[in-house]
Every structure is written in structure tokens, then in C-alpha cells.
Antibody
Framework: EVQVVESGGDLVQPGGSLRLSCLIS????????MTWVRQAPGKGLEWVAN????????NYVASVKGRFTISRDNAKSSVFLQMSSLRGDDTALYYC?????????WGQGTLVTVSP | DIQLTQSPSSLSASVGDRVTITCRAS??????LNWLQQRPGRAPRVLIF???SLEAEVPSRFSGDASGTDFTLTITSLQPEDFATYSC?????????FGQGTTVEIK
């Protein structure tokens, strides 16, 4: 059974930093792109960032470029999202998914709340 | 960025009804569109990829089609487990974007 588990979400003040982690089991990620998607309360899904198999390609939505960094550790079947200079509009449930154009496996998400 | 506009934003339907959801792209995206389902409290899952290809284990009552920049998801004979939010997603160009979602509620 494939399991995707995100962690690291928390309440953080504006301007603060947070590192999200995603652990995938039951399937290899070595040959797969990995993606972060977020969903603000009551809103639709928003694609945030993705990373290719060997970290040579990383793509970001404009609103997080320069503030968020995606990375991975294939040996640990993990993907990370380092977030800095957090703002109120970053408040969302953050999902990790295996895949680039086809997001096959998703986790349940980890909640990031940015508030004073 | 490519904008995807879904209609309607929500709808009420009964078990057994036929339901059609539309997703309009702001420019040509060829057939690079997926449909996802999100049930309350559960992770999203892909139902249809590349406009009309059914993901494994997805019931055949789900289907996808396109005409130009208009894409449709059709559910024939709605089942109780189909009450959920449906989103389209384009992967023609980065950043990949989603529609705002269509919630299918029980009438």
C-alpha cells in the first residue's frame, strides 16, 4: 500500500520560516518528479512547486519564488519544502504528491497557518 | 499563467442523475488536462488524465471530453460516493494550474 505522509505544518508568525517534509512508502520515488500543492481554507487547489528526479530541475509558482525551496532525498524517499518570509496568504493545507504532470499519490496534507 | 475556469461552482443532484462539469482554459492546452476528485477529509485523486483516459480503478461512469479549450467531465448515474469536489488541472505549461473546483452536493 502506498502511503504519503506530510509533516511540519504549524502556526507561524508572518516573516517566519517552516520546513515541510513528505515521506513516501510503498512505492519508489527515485524515477519520479515530486510536487507540492496547497489549498487555502475554502479555496481551490494551487500548484506550488515541483522537482525532478535528480534535483536538476525545480519549478515554482510566481508567488513563492525566492521564498520557498523544494528539495528531496531519494535514499530516504522524502521530499521537502523550505518556506521562508511567510505571509498570511501562505496559510493553507499543503499536500505532497508523487508525479509531475500526473499526480498519482497524495498525502492527507499538513496545515500551515501564518498569523501574528 | 493559464487560467482554468470551471462551471458551475457547485450543483445539487440526486443519485442516478447525469452530471456534467465544464472547465474552460484561457488558451489552447491541447489535451493536457486532468480531472481530480476530492472527497471531504480525503486526499485528492486523479480520475481522468490526458482529457479522456480513465485512471486505474476509476468506474466507467466517469468520462472526459474536449472541444477546443472547453473540457468536460461527465458522470453518468451519480452514486452516493461521487458527492465530492471536482477540479481540473492543466499541465500544458508551468506553472501547472487548477480550476477553482466544482462541488457536487446531494439534492
Amino acid at each position: 500500500e502506498v502511503q504519503v505522509v506530510e509533516s511540519g505544518g504549524d502556526l507561524v508568525q508572518p516573516g517566519g520560516s517552516l520546513r515541510l517534509s513528505c515521506l513516501i512508502s510503498g512505492v519508489s520515488i527515485r524515477s519520479s518528479w515530486m510536487t507540492w500543492v496547497r489549498q487555502a481554507p475554502g479555496k481551490g487547489l494551487e500548484w506550488v512547486a515541483n522537482i525532478n528526479e535528480d534535483e536538476t530541475q525545480k519549478n515554482y509558482v510566481a508567488s513563492v519564488k525566492g521564498r520557498f525551496t523544494i528539495s528531496r532525498d531519494n535514499a530516504k524517499s522524502s521530499v521537502f519544502l523550505q518556506m521562508s518570509s511567510l505571509r498570511g496568504d501562505d496559510t493553507a493545507l499543503y499536500y505532497c504528491a508523487r508525479g509531475g504532470w500526473l499526480l498519482e499519490y497524495w498525502g492527507q496534507g499538513t496545515l500551515v497557518t501564518v498569523s501574528p | 499563467d493559464i487560467q482554468l475556469t470551471q462551471s458551475p461552482s457547485s450543483l445539487s443532484a440526486s443519485v442516478g442523475d447525469r452530471v456534467t462539469i465544464t472547465c474552460r482554459a484561457s488558451q489552447s492546452i491541447a489535451n493536457y488536462l486532468n480531472w481530480l476528485q476530492q472527497r471531504p477529509g480525503r486526499a485528492p485523486r486523479v480520475l481522468i488524465f490526458a482529457t479522456s483516459s480513465l485512471e486505474a480503478e476509476v468506474p466507467s461512469r466517469f468520462s472526459g471530453d474536449a472541444s477546443g479549450t472547453d473540457f468536460t467531465l461527465t458522470i453518468t448515474s451519480l452514486q452516493p460516493e461521487d458527492f465530492a469536489t471536482y477540479s481540473c488541472q492543466q499541465y500544458y505549461s508551468l506553472p501547472y494550474t487548477f480550476g477553482q473546483g466544482t462541488t457536487v452536493e446531494i439534492k
